[in-house]
């Protein structure tokens, strides 16, 4: 199945979606829609890579450390790429 995410233009090849809230954020993200081990990357406006890691199954990634902004969460497993437009607010 292939799949467009309407809000970012970013097309995904996956049939599960990638719930993230609260969006926008002040600290963090609480991630569902996945179990297992993924990697993630948070892309800025620019494309440039400013946060990745490693998730462990539904769980929250901590994006205090970011500038306020719009990001790109872009969630990888199983040789399919989930992105996910949010907020970093004040």
Do not use: C, K, W
């Not at 097309?11 to 081990?37: A, I, K, Y």
């Amino acid at each position: 199945m292939f799949l467009v995410d309407n809000s970012t233009g970013v097309s995904s090849h996956s049939n599960t979606e990638l719930m993230v809230m609260p969006n926008p954020t002040r600290d963090r993200l609480r991630l569902d829609g996945f179990s297992g081990t993924a990697r993630y990357r948070i892309r800025d406006i620019g494309g440039r890579i400013v946060q990745r890691g490693t998730l462990n199954g539904p769980g929250f990634i901590e994006v205090a450390v970011l500038s306020p902004g719009t990001y790109f969460l872009e969630v990888e497993q199983n040789a399919a790429t989930r992105t996910v437009r949010f907020v970093r607010e004040r």
